[in-house]
């Protein structure tokens, strides 16, 4: 997908120890980007929908820009 440069996915397993919550059913995906956040979440929008169409509730779907230091007014109004 245009503005994607990479993705990394992971899926939930059972805990390694008992004190630890299980992650079994769940999966996340990181996309990697080369164009500004926003714009690709409008991109993206379309494949979200197709997998809440599967019956996959997202938890947390939305983008997010890099904290760079000594930057901090860069996203701010």
Same mark, same amino acid.
């Given at each position: 997908?245009?503005?994607?440069?990479?993705?990394?996915?992971?899926?939930? @397993?059972?805990?390694?120890?008992?004190?630890?919550?299980?992650?079994?059913?769940?999966?996340?995906?990181?996309?990697?980007?080369?164009?500004?956040?926003?714009?690709?979440?409008?991109?993206?929008?379309?494949?979200? @929908?197709?997998? @809440?169409?599967?019956?996959?509730?997202?938890?947390?779907?939305?983008?997010?820009?890099?904290?760079?230091?000594?930057?901090?007014?860069?996203?701010?109004?």
């Amino acid at each position: 997908m245009a503005g994607v440069a990479g993705a990394w996915c992971w899926s939930g @397993a059972e805990p390694r120890h008992d004190r630890l919550e299980t992650t079994a059913g769940l999966a996340l995906t990181v996309c990697y980007l080369d164009e500004p956040p926003i714009e690709v979440a409008g991109r993206l929008a379309p494949e979200l @929908a197709v997998r @809440a169409a599967t019956g996959r509730t997202p938890l947390l779907a939305a983008p997010f820009e890099i904290v760079v230091p000594g930057q901090w007014d860069r996203h701010l109004p």
